[in-house]
């Protein structure tokens, strides 16, 4: 659709007007649009994520490896006190009680 | 008895008070950022206050301070290109509707807000030069030796600008339904 000079003139004189209700400090200040800075933000959380991820999982693995760490000596603990009360004597003990035991075989136990 | 003859800058707040908004409204419309805009006004200001011993008087004190926001939007606009994530934003539809509510029938109106908003539009898309031209022309109502001082281009290239950024606006408003 062509448009005539007059109404270029018009289009062109309404435009005047409305960058002339333009004010500092106007009380129709335009609302700014927050989308940019929240787009910024999010993508700063996710950079935040991103590295604080590996150093999680190092951290995890850590407490893993002590945590198995911990599990075997608890277990070589336990074989050895497990040991020691298996033992009908105290360590010290034991060649007196070979000999006791020695002591109270009769003769043919003893050839054999 | 010898007059001395007095800078109109003499009396800056009168110059600030006359021609604040001018040059607000200039710099808004060229960057659509409002944040922006009342920033270079201040410094349009300060540097024109800074430098009101240079001012010779040649062009009008509106010229002389035009010059300068021409300039600082300039730059302005050369460093915005850097700053890719800052996207400027005003609210044409909310200035448009506000002189659209002037109009006498309801049809004028709307007629009018289609007509504001297909400008505002083709002033976007134009070239800082061309912007600017027609701005100080049809806005500021400057006449072209006024834009030729504050913009610092030829006549005939101020002309020609006008001409290309005229067409640009008719041609946004011919394809409006």
Redesign the interface.
């Known amino acids: 659709m062509k448009i005539s000079d007059e109404q270029l003139r018009e289009a062109l004189s309404l435009f005047r007007e409305s960058v002339h209700e333009l004010h500092p400090h106007g009380a129709a200040r335009p609302v700014r649009s927050f989308a940019a800075w929240r787009i910024i933000a999010a993508a700063f959380a996710m950079l935040a994520v991103l590295a604080a991820l590996p150093l999680y999982r190092h951290r995890q693995s850590d407490l893993a490896n002590k945590a198995a760490r911990i599990d075997t000596q608890d277990d070589a603990l336990l074989r050895e006190v497990e040991s020691d009360i298996s033992l009908s004597v105290p360590p010290p003990m034991q060649q007196l009680e070979l000999l006791m035991a020695y002591d109270s075989m009769t003769n043919a136990e003893r050839t054999k | 008895m010898v007059l001395e003859a007095v800078s109109p800058l003499e009396d800056f707040e009168s110059v600030v008070r006359l021609h604040?908004?001018a040059v607000?409204?200039f710099i808004?419309?060229s960057l659509r950022d409002?944040?922006a805009?009342?920033t270079l006004?201040q410094e349009c200001l300060l540097r024109a206050y800074r430098a009101r011993d240079q001012f010779r008087g040649e062009a009008g004190v509106k010229t002389w301070l035009m010059r300068i926001a021409v300039n600082l939007v300039r730059d302005h606009q050369t460093s915005a290109r850097l700053r890719f994530?800052?996207?400027p934003?005003?609210?044409?539809s909310?200035?448009?509707r506000?002189?659209?509510d002037r109009q006498k029938s309801p049809e004028a109106a709307a007629a009018?807000k289609q007509?504001?908003a297909?400008?505002?539009e083709a002033?976007a898309g134009l070239s800082h030069r061309q912007r600017t031209v027609l701005?100080l022309r049809?806005?500021e109502d400057m006449e072209i030796s006024e834009i030729v001082e504050a913009t610092g281009m030829a006549e005939g290239t101020v002309k020609a600008h006008l001409f290309r950024a005229?067409q640009n606006?008719?041609q946004k408003?011919?394809k409006k339904p």
């Open positions: 604040r908004q607000f409204r808004l419309a409002r944040d805009a009342e006004t994530w800052r996207r934003h005003l609210d044409v909310a200035i448009a506000t002189v659209a009018a007509q504001i297909a400008v505002w002033a701005l049809f806005v005229l606006v008719r408003l011919e």
